[in-house]
């Protein structure tokens, strides 16, 4: 993912949709500082961080309802 994060960096202030970053505090398989490089590129762009306490990489399987609540929160936003 870093790759991918790195390739878009020069997007990243181009943004104005609002973004929502769910991650898990313990993910070993996505770094936590993943969510603060977001919220220092993304400065043109309404902005929510969702930091999971004690929660591994596997967030949409465990917490499923969270990330439905994240996703119909920005639907409300559109209308």
Do not use: C, Y
Not at 4 to 29: F, K
Not at 58 to 75: G, K, T, V, Y
Request: hydrophobic share 50%.
């Amino acid at each position: 993912m870093k790759g991918e994060l790195e390739q878009m960096l020069p997007l990243w202030q181009t943004l104005r949709v609002p973004i929502t970053v769910i991650q898990g505090e313990a993910d070993q398989l996505v770094p936590a500082a993943n969510a603060a490089f977001v919220k220092k590129q993304a400065v043109n762009a309404p902005l929510q961080i969702i930091m999971v306490p004690q929660m591994n990489h596997f967030i949409p399987w465990e917490r499923p309802i969270l990330i439905r609540d994240a996703i119909l929160s920005h639907l409300k936003m559109q209308k």
